[in-house]
């Protein structure tokens, strides 16, 4: 059975503070790894990964994927109060998202 | 831009009352998908769409059915709704996925509440 494990399920951190994000999967046919933010409304993609070992960055967010170990990670430098929203973790196995519990972020000013 | 919309944001239903739940994309999308998210369950599928008149399980169909009558719409159909699928309803579409990857690309959300 396909799956998705996500950790923490949740977190409170200070803003500025550094966060790492944890995604660990069991898929029969993989294709890619997703992450998405969510804020009480729909989830608003962040970054899309196929290989090992490249870091993909968007300003303060940056993830890497390891196929061997099968895990990614995220990471949110100098956290602010935007910042906080469920993040997702998705895999593409075949033609379906298999989907995390996601991880609920709450940046404290 | 991909848009998807979801026909309702909020709806407030009775217990045994059929529900419909449409979604509409825009870019000609062959895949879409019927999610409920819950807390601490994350996004579970109910049913998936990977062409016109096609329709896959996902993990909890029962309760559910789908209709995808043309390629831009696909209709969750709640055929007599109960306390418990009070969620959230998220509609996604993304682009056949077989030569390539995609990403998924999500509606607004419909928060039904069955009372």
């Known amino acids: 059975e396909d799956k998705v494990v996500q950790s923490p399920l949740s977190l409170v951190v200070h803003e500025g503070d550094t966060v790492t994000l944890n995604c660990s999967y069991e898929v029969t046919n993989f294709r890619s790894l997703l992450w998405y933010k969510q804020e009480k409304k729909a989830p608003t993609f962040l970054f899309m990964l196929t290989s090992s070992g490249i870091e993909k960055k968007s300003g303060r967010l940056s993830s890497i994927l390891d196929k061997k170990e099968l895990f990614s990670i995220l990471n949110i430098t100098a956290t602010q109060t935007g910042d906080s929203a469920v993040y997702l973790c998705?895999?593409?196995?075949?033609?379906?998202?298999?989907f995390g519990t996601g991880t609920s972020l709450t940046v404290i000013p | 831009d991909v848009k998807v919309t979801q026909s309702s944001r909020y709806l407030v239903k009775r217990t045994g009352e059929k529900v419909f739940l449409e979604c509409v994309q825009d870019m000609d999308h062959e895949n879409m998908f019927w999610y409920r998210q819950d807390p601490g369950l994350g996004l579970r599928l109910i049913y998936f769409?990977?062409?016109?008149?096609?329709?896959e399980k996902g993990d909890i169909p029962e309760g559910y059915s789908v209709s995808r009558e043309k390629k831009e719409r696909f209709s969750l159909i709640l055929e007599s709704a109960s306390t418990n699928q009070t969620s959230m309803y998220l509609c996604?579409?993304?682009?056949?996925?077989?030569?390539?990857?995609?990403?998924?690309?999500f509606g607004q959300g419909t928060r039904l509440t069955v009372v």
């Open positions: 769409s990977y062409d016109v008149k096609m329709k």
């Open positions: 998705a895999v593409l196995s075949g033609n379906q998202f298999y």
């Open positions: 996604a579409s993304s682009p056949k996925t077989w030569y390539g990857d995609a990403e998924a690309f």
